[in-house]
């Protein structure tokens, strides 16, 4: 069983920055991507950023140019650094994987249990 285990999100000012970081343990064979999604009250869940191992980073719309996705293999660690945050950027974050366990096998999602970002203005 793989977990992933976020780290504590927080109070910030609008324009303030804050990383978010994601660790991935448990029976890890490899990783085929992280992601990190963010859900705000009466919203849907959305995608805010995503990393394929190998692959160039993908952005939701409205974190372009502002969110920057990264990570480190070696740890199974995803982190999402986010600047000139916003009210709006206000939700809670999870953290996303598809792993695989062996060798020749299909990947298995996981989430993490999501961790609260409160932007002031």
């Known amino acids: 069983q793989v977990q992933l285990v976020e780290s504590e999100g927080g109070l910030v000012q609008a324009g303030g920055s804050l990383r978010l970081s994601c660790a991935a343990s448990g029976n890890i064979f490899s990783i085929n991507d992280m992601s990190w999604y963010r859900q705000a009250p009466g919203n849907e869940r959305e995608l805010v950023a995503v990393?394929?191992?190998?692959?160039?980073?993908n952005y939701g719309d409205s974190v372009k140019g502002r969110f920057t996705i990264s990570r480190d293999n070696a740890k199974n660690t995803a982190y999402l650094q986010m600047n000139s945050l916003k009210p709006e950027d206000t939700a809670v974050y999870y953290c996303?994987?598809?792993?695989?366990?062996?060798?020749?096998?299909?990947?298995?999602?996981?989430w993490g249990q999501g961790t609260l970002v409160t932007v002031s203005s």
């Open positions: 996303n994987a598809h792993y695989s366990s062996r060798p020749r096998t299909g990947f298995i999602e996981v």
């Open positions: 990393l394929t191992f190998g692959g160039s980073p």
